[in-house]
């Protein structure tokens, strides 16, 4: 069999649809929709104002198709469902009211969430199509002080603090994704990190698309109080549809002096197939701000799913001596199309950012990376230091890189490299030269080249990832 | 163990072997030499599998199985080692992780256990002393930024994990000083037993030495122009190439095969 036979015959292993009777709301969006999901939700008022408010700013922006490097017809937006929620009681005491069909989807997909089985030393939020079903270890964050829970029920149970920080880094207006997440979105996952507190284990979200024609519109929001630190990690999978479903996300992180928080994100939605068909459409709006002195921001991101990736997470460092890092792995195959970078906006004195940023194109894909970085002149003594490389898969794939500077004192020092590569073939024969098939041989210079970028994630995400890397490159080469 | 058998090979449509005939047997030590654009390592990528070169005509059979049908990676696991003329860089992977992987690749094939990391390490420990590699060389990664000395003593050390049964080593001498010189013949010379096989392919005399060959063959325009024992490379080292090219090309078939 040849390789490119045996990349067809690759499976993507989470493309299969839970069977689950679910709450469904008429497709289009209008005023009445947000109505109707703010009724579902039992929202209070103040919310409502808030998605109204986003809603008709929504209505007077235009969808940013212009200056991305990417290439899809055009999104209907009335012919999408806003709502979807697998049918079960809206409040559960304990897991064990969850829909076992629910938990069993979740298992299938590597996180067990019933009690015994629980991941150790990882928090879960689940969050399926529309809504979180279920959040572990949320008693036992509770003892430290750190609130751990869907969006859901951070509105009903903290509303204090959703008021104080929702929209304070992403304002409903931002972009035109970003504006329609705030006006539609329906769960997510909310942190909160109480001053002094070093979060016990590490947290995590894990989004589920099911429903073919609905679109997930989730919310994260982690604050950390000062001098507190978290770790983060976000997991995504999609089942296999021949039709895309939009993401659009919005990841809200807010950092106070000398707190860290820590973004950790495998993306793994399914990518559509080899001609391009299906796949989800990954439009997401990812910031953090540093609000505080010597507080501390980092992204890692391993994109390998997504028909079309539109995502850039960023760094406003306000706080003096605030440190923001993003570190990506982009990996595009087939027909997929990535657009993804940063953005550090350099505000307070003596801040730094880091960017390493890894760009893998293989088949028909189109890779690029686009980043700003942001000097403003208050921001004495800031420094950046970016590197942006690309590797090439054969040669039919196209790798970018839109670099931004813009720097507006005289103290600061901005430094960006770029590389472009290829595997060679003499590269791949040494390898297997030395009895290392071609398939692992590619792994291996592929997980080198990235290893910047792993050796920031948590052991066992990198682990993952790098598995990830190989399955998702199979037979490219040859 | 290894026989050639009027192998035609060559590259980009250029026909460069033009019908070589070898038999290696196991515990030999023979040399290829010749001079630049005879085909010396067109013979040893050919063994080793470079998917680049083309065999047209020809056999080549290793411990009786028919070599040409192996992929690089299955000749590897068979126990082919090709020590190159110019190691290839991989960055960002360690060498030891780049060895553990293909030993176990290799253990894996012969239906032996794989050995964890920590096991491999004091393995490669005990192999490092072979060429007198620090454990320093461990943790960098693949040839980025060794010198011409050390990326050579790198294919040794990667020869002395792997136990080929037969090693082409492609102008292993090449780029070396005197002091590395020694050191990587040493290496060689300390790995070779009765049960396996060696090839040197060489430009100079020098490098035979430290590496003493049973037998020497000449190429020249692609054939095996000349053979002899060791006598041979010396007086190659005294009267140069010329005397056997140029009776080659006068037809006069200066070096026909001795067996």
Known sequence: MSTAELLSKQEYKYGFVTDIESDVIPRGLSEDTIRLIVEKKNEPEWMLEFRLKAYRHWLTMKEPKHWPNLKYPNVDYQDMIYYSAPKQKATKASLDEVDPELLRTFEKLGIPLTEQKQLAGVAVDAVFDSVSVATTYKEKLKKHGVIFCSFTEAIRDYPELVKKYLGSVVPTNDNFFAALNSAVFSDGSFCFIPKGVRCPMELSTYFRINNAESGQFERTLIVAEEGSHVSYLEGCTAPKFDKNQLHAAVVELVALDDAQIKYSTVQNWYAGDEEGRGGIYNFVTKRGKCAGKNSKISWTQVETGSAITWKYPSCILQGDNSIGEFYSVALTNHAQQADTGTKMIHLGKNTRSTIISKGIAAGKSNNSYRGLVKVMPKAEGARNYTQCDSMLIGSSCGANTFPYIEVMNNTSSVEHEASTSKISEEQLFYLQQRGISQEDAVSLIINGFCKDVFLQLPMEFAVEAQRLLGLKLEGSVG | ?????????????????????LNVKKGEIHAIMGPNGSGKSTLAKVLAGHPQYEVTSGEILYEGRNLLEMSPDERAREGVFMAFQYPIEVPGVSNAQFLRLAYNEKRKHLGEEELDPLEFRDLLKERAKVVEMEASFMTRSVNEGFSGGEKKRNEILQMAVLEPKLSVLDETDSGL?????????????????PNDAIIVVTHYQRLLNYIVPDFVHVLANGVIAREGGKELALELESKGYDWITKADQNGKGAG????
């Open chain 2, 256 to 259: 026909a095969p001795a067996n």
């Open chain 2, 177 to 193: 000083d005197i002091d590395a010189l020694r050191v990587v013949a040493n290496g060689v010379n300390q790995l070779h037993t």
């Open chain 2, 1 to 21: 163990m290894l026989e050639i058998k009027n192998l035609y090979a060559g590259i980009d449509g250029k026909t460069i072997l033009k019908g070589i005939n």
